[in-house]
């Protein structure tokens, strides 16, 4: 490979080098740039050496971390039933469980979304074996579903009627079109946020000057809001009482202020 070829080769490495955006903690006002070193292999030849200038921030960094969150509409709900049943023996037990459950999946059926999720059973012993605490067999399970806001009362009113179930919570899930309007919404405001701030800072530092450099979007999305057993206790409930599904949008910003 000729000496041209290798040079013409390390310029264009150098001048896409050139063209990235490498940010410099310095001190403000310094405007001094980096001069950063870079070796540039070529094919199989030597390596040469080239020393590329970087465009920097010539003013003061500043990192910024930005996090916005809202309720989102729910147009869903996610239960859990805790089903038992309690006999003298295992089997016993068992075939109990077995009875609330078939009961459970017909009435449960007409008012759930979708398919139920229902682990294995397990069962364990408790009692002292006494007359006044005798030694029993316990066999438990849980029901887990989808349920509409139409049907959100039904299905709390059922899990209060049926034999051997108490009701562990229900989820509010958010709807996919409400969900990304929002995230829309929060990213707008979360870079209004940061700006905002870099303004302020740039003022108390006397720069007049704000240029965004870097976004950097991170873990967010939706978190859904799941009822205190505890709060289960008026006769009736409505689907606009229940907690809303929370949004979140986390953003990480560098400005350069000058």
């Not at 740039?33 to 870079?38: C, E, F, M, N």
Request: glycine share 8%; charged share 20%; with cysteine.
């Amino acid at each position: 490979m000729t000496a041209s070829i290798i040079a013409s080769m390390t310029a264009l490495v150098t001048a896409a080098l050139t063209r990235r955006i490498v940010c410099s903690r310095q001190r403000r006002r310094s405007g001094s740039a980096i001069l950063i070193p870079v070796v540039v292999g070529v094919g199989l030849g030597a390596a040469t050496p080239a020393l590329a200038s970087a465009q920097v921030c010539k003013g003061t960094l500043l990192e910024l971390q930005v996090q916005e969150s809202a309720s989102t509409a729910s147009d869903r709900f996610l239960f859990s039933l805790g089903l038992q049943a309690e006999a003298s023996s295992k089997a016993a037990a068992m075939a109990l469980l077995n009875q609330r459950l078939d009961r459970a999946r017909q009435d449960l059926k007409p008012l759930v979304l979708g398919a139920l999720n229902i682990p294995a059973p397990r069962s364990y012993s408790f009692g002292g074996g006494s007359a006044s605490s005798p030694k029993l067999e316990r066999a438990s399970t849980n029901v887990r579903g989808e349920v509409s806001r139409g049907n959100y009362d039904a299905l709390i009113q059922l899990a209060g009627r049926l034999p051997g179930v108490r009701l562990q919570g229900m989820t509010s899930l958010a709807s996919s079109r409400g969900g990304v309007a929002l995230e829309d919404q929060l990213l707008k405001q979360a870079l209004k946020e940061g700006r905002r701030r870099a303004n302020i800072t740039a003022s108390a530092l006397g720069l007049g000057r704000v240029d965004l450099l870097r976004i950097n979007q991170r873990a967010g999305g939706v978190r859904p809001v799941a009822y205190a057993e505890a709060r289960m206790s008026k006769p009736a409930f409505r689907p606009d009482e229940a907690p809303k599904p929370m949004r979140s949008l986390t953003l990480g910003l560098d400005y350069c202020l000058r």
